[in-house]
């Protein structure tokens, strides 16, 4: 795999960036049914989903150091968690290459049941002094509902934001292809004007 060109990295640092103070100044401030979204994780699925394995993973590792920073908590424990979501978002990209428009949905809900299940497991283990509850579950779990209903948007504004910088993909040229009319991936020339004379002779 190539590495990414520096206009890409460029987007993409931005992107992390601007995520965080957002997420940090504005969303953390905002509850809905209890709970504050989180924007960060689903950010960082999106550009798994869009960018692959590898990017992702970066990506996860950066904006995960720049939350424990800002939060003042134990460095490497959220980078770690997105290192995970950034880097299976996109193999899920590179295995299957899902084309179903609620793939963001569901990945965006277990990468937020993972980041929250995650992130109080590795607290329990470093000795931090953290509530293990029914509400804690329950406010995971409110978590997951909301980050899925934004999940759609927040992964339509990751693709504006890096479409323009990512490399060209032959499997998308050939789905563009394949819908606008063109020849399907598993049908040849010779096999299409062959069915093109067997109609014709009838």
Do not use: C
Request: positive net charge.
């Amino acid at each position: 795999m190539s590495a990414p060109s520096p206009k890409l990295v460029a987007r993409l640092v931005a992107l992390s960036v601007a995520t965080v103070v957002v997420q940090n100044a504005v969303v953390s401030q905002i509850s809905l049914f209890g709970v504050a979204a989180d924007l960060t994780v689903l950010m960082v699925v999106s550009v798994g989903l869009l960018a692959g394995s590898m990017t992702g993973a970066a990506l996860g590792f950066f904006t995960g150091l720049m939350v424990d920073t800002v939060l003042m908590q134990t460095l490497g424990i959220t980078s770690l968690l997105y290192i995970a979501i950034g880097y299976w978002s996109g193999r899920l990209r590179e295995l299957r290459d899902p084309a179903h428009g609620l793939v963001p949905m569901a990945a965006g809900a277990v990468a937020t049941a993972f980041a929250g299940v995650g992130m109080t497991l590795l607290q329990f283990l470093l000795g931090v002094d953290a509530p293990v509850s029914l509400l804690l579950a329950q406010q995971i779990f409110v978590t997951v509902l909301v980050n899925t209903l934004i999940s759609l948007p927040v992964y339509a504004i990751v693709r504006r934001a890096i479409t323009p910088a990512l490399p060209d993909d032959p499997r998308r040229r050939r789905r563009r292809a394949y819908t606008t009319g063109g020849l399907s991936p598993l049908q040849s020339p010779s096999a299409q004007r062959l069915g093109q004379l067997n109609r014709s002779g009838r």
